[in-house]
Structure formats: structure tokens, C-alpha cells
């Protein structure tokens, strides 16, 4: 043995973050010994992470250091979609890509479109370099909708921005309402929180048409049927005003136009609104007795509500619902959908430089019907057919609506598309070059969250493996091959990191920043005890300008609004994410794959008896855009009525190849053009 070997390893801890798309973006505790991780904790210091990482990212370094992981540049060497590649250098790989893209943005650059979405949800190898490069170009503008912009645009119609209470304040409430989340599985970390305010006496309840772990653990669940969360919320309201249960003082002075929303009240009796969400009125009224009578009361709405037609509208009476009681009043009252608002009015709207745009207006695509989009010709309407795509931070085909489309799309010949990935995803099987990318533990990043106000740092733990890149030495190698000559392409991840953010406003520095692993936004602790919402006047809007009063839309896809279809797809499917999943993410670490054993799809003792359905039966799972196959589990966890397609699995290793979004659809929300995957109706059969 040399004496080399024999010295002690050098070790040493940095600070990380979290980087998926996870409300609770976590403080990290990276661990290097002889420029290998060996270990990744929780942050103990940091307030919401509290030393606990989840079960998926505590596999992080497994994830990384992954046998499979992509670590050179590919080219296509079988036909599309057929996952067959040779090795290339970067060099023949970025030169080739940009003379493609060159050739293709000489006749119309808006033939070129950006496909990204949170792979990462860092600051500096999301967006910043990524979009300098594509505004420059003057490529087709992406409309970022596929998760959370029908809820989030009906948030800001109402409070005006994306803001609600700090988490941290839920362990002193004594009613939380859980609204369309699985905390358990998806905001861990507010589920803590939650388990302290029961424990010191709250009530909880859970609304959400599955028994999950999350409402099993709950005082009261309230399995209502998808998509009728706003007749619920109507319904409650009707009741608090009969009560008598609301805060005249705190509407008057801070809710505009509640006359008008109150007509519309009138028409929903809980009766009414029981029938439609098929549950009692006495669950409804006793919601209502709840959210009137308990003080500090506090919801935590999530966005598995808002993936259906009404889920906008939906949003904005449940957002209602604590300005009628004033629940604002505390600071463990009101409600927590996004707290991204808050990190908006410190960051730099420039750090993307849309000024690049010089002017130019390109037309803009949306990601949740990038399966239509991608087989349409050139239209004056649609401007030019979709020529070339470059896809960072995501796996749309396996996650965006209507795979039979999507994946068409991708299999184009004369497609031209760009991968950036960490592995060979169902979408980077499809590329014509695959660019390995950089782990959050090989790159620089700077996050805010969309469930906590602290803004976090992750420095880079090791140096990136093999000849993987981080998205914006990507994308600054492209500017310059491209003969973009701004010094903005030349900013490295440390200064993009710099500006991210206004650090003055903020009361700290990039380097304290980086010091502590995490720095808190200055904000009050009650944000509208006394109002103050972010509006033009400071008061919740409920008549909002082209949207008018909010009401209850049905689903798409109903016995209500389709019966003919209701009739031959009888079932009304929610796709909820696997537990041990992250989107698609994670499907291919062997560890959490086998925990989760193969596409579950749970189902109603009666559905499943009516059907000659099995637990655990291999069956067929349709409707006209496609079908899936997977496992049934006679369950409890399903209402009558409604089966769960626990998603999203690679199609790769799904049986026959498929997955869930074979069977959801391209439909938009009523508000910010999002997708309705669990506005979706089925047929499920037994496979013989
Ligand atoms: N483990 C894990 N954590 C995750 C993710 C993951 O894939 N896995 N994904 C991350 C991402 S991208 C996001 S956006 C969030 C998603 O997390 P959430 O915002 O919580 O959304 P979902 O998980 O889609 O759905 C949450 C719950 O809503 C229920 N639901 C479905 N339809 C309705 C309805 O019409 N009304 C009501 N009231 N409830 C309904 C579902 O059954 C589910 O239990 O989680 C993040 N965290
Ligand atoms: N049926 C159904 N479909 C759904 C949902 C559902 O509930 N049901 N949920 C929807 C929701 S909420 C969302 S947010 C979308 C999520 O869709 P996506 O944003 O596409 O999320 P992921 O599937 O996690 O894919 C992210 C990809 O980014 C890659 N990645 C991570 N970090 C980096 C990086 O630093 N650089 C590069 N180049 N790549 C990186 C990962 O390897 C991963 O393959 O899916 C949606 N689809
Ligand atoms: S996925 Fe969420 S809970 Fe898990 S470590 Fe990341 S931020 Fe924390
Ligand atoms: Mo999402």
C-alpha cells in the first residue's frame, strides 16, 4: 500500500439545496470524502428542514453516482424514439446543434422551441443562461403551465400575487384544512408542522377525493368527487353567512365586491352543493362550522385540486374562504397555496433578459398541449411548423397530457430535438443528441421555494462526473457558437447567482448567503391582519376584471357535461404522483422503483366487482385518445366512482410500454391554460 492510500481522507460538508419541485425545498448537508459524496443529510440548522430529508432525496447520491447516468454526448444512430446512440464529443456535438439550429433560425427562429420545466427549480440552471439564449435567437416563447398555473393565476386574480401565510405558523393553528394535497407524500415538511398543531389540540381535516396516508392520519376526510372543490366552497359559504360566521368588519374593509360574490352564494345550499360534490350536507356544514368557529384556522390548498376545467375558479373561492372569516387576523390563520410571490419582489426580472428580444414578439407555445403542437403544419394561426426542440429540466414524454400525440410529435423524422439530461428518459430517447447535464451536487445554484420564504444556496459538492455540463455552460457554449457576441453570455454560474436576487432588499449578501446555506426574506408574520393584500388598492379582489365572479364549472369529462361519454367511460380517473416519485423522476433508482413495485391503479370493491376485477389483476385502463396497462389494487383508498392512477412512470418500464397519460387529455383549465389530467374519464377492464 502506497502512503497515499494510507492518509486520511479529506472531508468535508457543504451546504445544498433541494432542487426538485418540491414545496419544501430542502437545506442539504453535502458530505465529500476524497471527492466522492458519501453522505447527504437534512440540514439540522435549517428551520423547515429540520435535519430530515425525504425517502427519495435521502437517495440522492444513489441517483448521481447511478450506473445509467448519461455522461458523454450522444447522437441518434437508430431511428427516432429507438434510444440508440454513439458516443460524440462535445465539440462535434455543440457544433453540429448550432449549425442545425442556425439553418433552421435563418428561415424562422420561431420554429426553434424551448421545452423546460423543474427538473431543477434553481434560479441559475433553470432559466437564466437558458432563456438569454433562447430571447436572443427569437425561438417561440414557452407558456410554462403544466403544474401549478391555473391555481396560481387564480391566487394572484384574488390576493394579487402568489402569497399566503409562512408555514411555519401551522403549528400553532387549531383547525387546518388540507385541501387537494397528499402532504405526506409531496410537503413533507408542512406535514411535520401539522402533526405538532395536532398534537397541541387542532383538528385536521383533509379534502381529497383519496383516502391518502395524508387524510388517513386526519380527524375528518372529506372524499368528495374531482373537480367539485368550488361547489364545496360555495357551499360552506352559504352556511357561514346563514350562521352568521363571517367578519363583516374584516370583508368591509378588505374584500371588494362581496355583494356580488354573495348572490352567487345564495344560489348554493349545502343540499346543493352535497349533490354535487357526492358527499352529506352535513360534511359540508360542518366544514363550515369548522372554518367559522375555530380560531387561528388555517388551509393548506394544493394544487392536486386545480388540475381539472373549474380548477381556477375553484382556487379563488377556496381563497375566498379566509377572508370571509378573517382568519387573515393571525398569523397561524389563512391560507398557503404558493409563497413564490414573495421571492418575486426580490429577484431580478432581468436575470432572463428578455431585453434580448430587441422588440421582437415571438409567438408563444404551451407546454401542456406540446402533443397537438408538435403535429400541427404552419398556419397563419400557429405561425410555423415546430422545426427543432430543445428540452432541459424535463421529460415531457412521459408527463405532458395525451402520450399517443406527444410521443408522435417526438417521433417526427424531420424533427430536430436536443436533450439536455442526467439519464435516457422516455423523451431523451427520442433526441437526435443527448447532452449530459450536471446533479445539483456538481453545479452552483441559487433557489427561492414555493412553500417557505428562505431563499437557498448549493455549492457545488464535487466536480461534475464524467464529461456532464451544467444547462448554462450549455447554453454559453451555444451563444458563442452561434456567434452571439453580448457579455451577458459570458457571465459565469457564480455571477448569474449574484444576480438573482436584490440582496440589499433582502438584508443580507451573496457571500452571508453562501456562508449560511440560507437567508429569510424580510416579511411580516401576519402579511393581511390588517389587509394589505398586493393589489392596486390593497383589498382581495372577487370580481376580477375578464374573469367575473368566481362559480363552480364542472369537469370537462362528467356525467353532468358529457353524458354520452359518461356513459362508455364510466369512471373518473385522478393520476396523484407515486409516493417515491418525483414526477418522473426517480422512476429508474432501482431502490425506490422496487418500493413502489409497478403502475398501481386503485379501485372501489364495487367498481372492481362490476368489472370482475381482481386485486391485483393485470387490467386495461381506456378511453378514445389511448389506453394503459397496469396493476388494479382493490383498495379503500378509491371512492366509488373514481379510480387513481398513481403516476408518472417512465413509459419504458411501464407494462407495453405506456403510462398513465395515455389516457389524460389536452383540455385546459378555466384559468392560465393549464392541463386537466385528473378532469379524465375511463374505462377499466380486467386483461384476460
Ligand atoms: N413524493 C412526491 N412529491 C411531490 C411530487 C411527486 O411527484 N412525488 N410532485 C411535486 C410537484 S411537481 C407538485 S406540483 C406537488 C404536487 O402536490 P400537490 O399540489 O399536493 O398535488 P397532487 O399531488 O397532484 O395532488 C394532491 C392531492 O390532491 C388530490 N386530488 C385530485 N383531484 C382532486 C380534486 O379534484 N379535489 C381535491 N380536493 N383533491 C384532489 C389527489 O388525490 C392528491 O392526494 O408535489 C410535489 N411533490
Ligand atoms: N398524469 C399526470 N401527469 C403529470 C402530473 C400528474 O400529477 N399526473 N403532474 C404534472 C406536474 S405537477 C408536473 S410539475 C410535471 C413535471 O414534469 P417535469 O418537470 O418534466 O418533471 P420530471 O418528470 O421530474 O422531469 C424532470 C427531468 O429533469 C431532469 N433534470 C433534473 N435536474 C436537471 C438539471 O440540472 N439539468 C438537466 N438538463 N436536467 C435535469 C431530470 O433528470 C428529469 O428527467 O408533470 C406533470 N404530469
Ligand atoms: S423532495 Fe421535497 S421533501 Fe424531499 S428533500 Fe426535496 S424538498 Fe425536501
Ligand atoms: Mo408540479
Known amino acids: 500500500m502506497s502512503a497515499l492510500a494510507d492518509s486520511p481522507p479529506v ?40 435535519g430530515a430529508l425525504c425517502t427519495k432525496v435521502s437517495r440522492y447520491a444513489e441517483r448521481s453516482y447511478h450506473a445509467e447516468r448519461v455522461l458523454h454526448p450522444l447522437k441518434r444512430s437508430g431511428p427516432k424514439g429507438s434510444g440508440q446512440f454513439v458516443r460524440v464529443g462535445w465539440d462535434e456535438a455543440l457544433a453540429d446543434i448550432a449549425a442545425r439550429l442556425s439553418a433552421i433560425a435563418a428561415r424562422d427562429p420561431q420554429a426553434i422551441v424551448p421545452y423546460s420545466y423543474a427538473g431543477t427549480m434553481g434560479l441559475v440552471q433553470g432559466e437564466a443562461m437558458a432563456q438569454r439564449f433562447f430571447h436572443k435567437l427569437g425561438a417561440s416563447l414557452l407558456d410554462r403551465t403544466i403544474c401549478s398555473m391555473a391555481g396560481g393565476e387564480a391566487l394572484a386574480a384574488t390576493y394579487g400575487s402568489k402569497v399566503g401565510m409562512h408555514v411555519r405558523f401551522f403549528a400553532e393553528s ?68 346563514e350562521r352568521g360566521w363571517i367578519d363583516r368588519d374584516y370583508i368591509e374593509r378588505h374584500v371588494a365586491g362581496f355583494d356580488r360574490l354573495a348572490r352567487r352564494i345564495a344560489e348554493w345550499a349545502p343540499e346543493r352543493a352535497a349533490a354535487t360534490c357526492g358527499i352529506t350536507a352535513d360534511e359540508v356544514r360542518g366544514l363550515a362550522r369548522d372554518l367559522g368557529t375555530t380560531q387561528p384556522a388555517a388551509i393548506r390548498l394544493n394544487y392536486g385540486m386545480q388540475r381539472v376545467r373549474g380548477g381556477g375558479n375553484a382556487a379563488r373561492l377556496i381563497a375566498l374562504l379566509p377572508c370571509l372569516t378573517g382568519a387573515w387576523r393571525h398569523r397561524a390563520g389563512g391560507l398557503l397555496l404558493s409563497s413564490s410571490g414573495w421571492f418575486a419582489q426580490f429577484k431580478n426580472p432581468q436575470l432572463v433578459r428578455s431585453d434580448l428580444l430587441a422588440g421582437r414578439r415571438p409567438r408563444t407555445i404551451n407546454m401542456s398541449t406540446i402533443g397537438d403542437d408538435l403535429l ?42 436536443v436533450v439536455l439530461e442526467h439519464f435516457l428518459t422516455d423523451t431523451a430517447d427520442h433526441a437526435d443528441y443527448v447532452l449530459p447535464a450536471t446533479t445539483q451536487l456538481e453545479h452552483l445554484d441559487v433557489h427561492g421555494t414555493y412553500g417557505h420564504t428562505d431563499i437557498m444556496f448549493n455549492e457545488p459538492a464535487i ?31 457564480e455571477e448569474l447567482a449574484r444576480q438573482a436576487f436584490d440582496w440589499d432588499a433582502i438584508g443580507t449578501s451573496f457571500e452571508a448567503l453562501r456562508e449560511r446555506g440560507w437567508a429569510a426574506l424580510p ?32 369537469n370537462h369529462e362528467c356525467a353532468e357535461t358529457t353524458p ?41 370493491a364495487d367498481d372492481a366487482r362490476a368489472r370482475g376485477i381482481a386485486s391485483g389483476a393485470m387490467v386495461r385502463v381506456f378511453n378514445d385518445r389511448g389506453e394503459y396497462r397496469c396493476k388494479a389494487e382493490v383498495s379503500e383508498r378509491a371512492r366509488p366512482g373514481v379510480v387513481n392512477g398513481l403516476g408518472v412512470w417512465w413509459r419504458k418500464f411501464g407494462p407495453a410500454g405506456t403510462n398513465v397519460n395515455e389516457v389524460t387529455s389536452q383540455a385546459l383549465t378555466d384559468i392560465g391554460r393549464a392541463p386537466t389530467f385528473y378532469d379524465c374519464l375511463v374505462q377499466v377492464e380486467p386483461l384476460q
Open 523 to 554: 416579511l411580516p408574520e401576519a402579511p393581511f391582519a390588517n389587509g394589505g393584500f398586493p393589489t392596486s388598492d390593497g383589498r382581495v379582489r372577487v370580481d376580477v376584471c375578464g374573469l367575473g365572479v368566481p362559480e363552480h364549472l364542472p
Open 564 to 604: 354520452e361519454l359518461a356513459a362508455r367511460y364510466p369512471l373518473q380517473m385522478i393520476s396523484p404522483p407515486a409516493r417515491h416519485f418525483l414526477n418522473s423522476t426517480f422512476v429508474n433508482v432501482k431502490s425506490l422503483r422496487t418500493v413502489e413495485g409497478e403502475p398501481l391503479l386503485e379501485i372501489h
Open 174 to 241: 387549531q383547525l387546518i384544512v388540507i385541501w387537494g394535497s397528499n402532504s405526506i407524500a409531496s410537503n413533507l415538511h408542512f406535514w411535520t408542522l401539522a402533526q405538532e398543531a395536532k398534537r397541541r389540540g387542532a383538528k385536521l381535516v383533509a379534502i381529497d377525493p383519496r383516502r391518502t396516508e395524508t387524510a388517513e392520519k386526519c380527524h375528518q376526510h372529506i372524499a368528495l368527487r374531482p373537480g367539485t372543490d368550488g361547489a364545496l366552497a360555495l357551499g360552506v359559504m352559504h352556511e357561514l353567512i
Open 11 to 50: 472531508v468535508r460538508t457543504v451546504h445544498g439545496a433541494c432542487p426538485h419541485d418540491c414545496p419544501d425545498t430542502c437545506a442539504m448537508r453535502i458530505t465529500v470524502a476524497d471527492g466522492k459524496v458519501v453522505r447527504i443529510q437534512g440540514d439540522p440548522d435549517h428551520g423547515s428542514t429540520q
Open 463 to 493: 466536480v461534475p462526473l464524467g464529461e456532464s455540463r451544467p444547462n448554462t455552460q450549455v447554453f454559453r457554449d451555444l451563444a458563442v457558437r452561434m456567434g452571439f457576441t453580448e457579455t451577458c453570455f459570458a457571465d459565469d454560474d
Open 376 to 417: 400541427r403544419e404552419s398556419s397563419a394561426a400557429f405561425g410555423p411548423k415546430i422545426e427543432a426542440l430543445v428540452v432541459y429540466n424535463s421529460n415531457p414524454v412521459a408527463v405532458a397530457p395525451e402520450s399517443k400525440k406527444v410521443v408522435a410529435g417526438f417521433a417526427r423524422e424531420d424533427l430536430f430535438t
